[in-house]
């Protein structure tokens, strides 16, 4: 079970940091991710960490703004997302599938995924 947390209604150049709780499991092998669905668009991959932390991954709208990490003591994944624009707006969703069927192409590819939490909705207004 996968539970967002973090979101809310902010101003463009605000900061937020999503968090994802993760129970029922040990999670510390497997790939993690964020992903955003925008209003009347499709699921999108923002951020992706693999299973020990070697390969990460940025859609490239949020390169140098936005950092994934985790702390797998905690079974937490974070997204701290920095000066934030209108088009941040979205639905956030963290999503993780076991490292063991990790690869380069895996972690960025949605149909990988099989843990899903229920969404935080960020929006940034201008």
């Known amino acids: 079970h996968l539970e967002e947390s973090g979101g809310g209604l902010v101003q463009a150049g605000d900061s937020l940091r999503l968090s994802c709780a993760a129970s029922g499991r040990t999670f510390s092998n497997y790939d993690w991710a964020w992903f955003r669905q925008p209003p009347g668009k499709e699921r999108e991959l923002v951020a992706a960490l693999s299973w020990n932390g070697d390969s990460t991954y940025y859609t490239d709208s949020v390169k140098g703004r936005f950092a994934i990490s985790n702390v797998k003591s905690e079974n937490t994944l974070f997204l701290q997302m920095n000066t934030l624009k209108r088009e941040d707006t979205a639905v956030y969703y963290c999503?993780?599938?076991?490292?063991?069927?990790?690869?380069?192409?895996?972690?960025?590819?949605?149909?990988?995924?099989?843990?899903w939490g229920q969404g935080t909705q960020v929006i940034v207004s201008s």
């Open positions: 999503a993780a599938y076991p490292g063991a069927r990790h690869t380069v192409v895996s972690m960025t590819q949605i149909g990988s995924y099989d843990n």
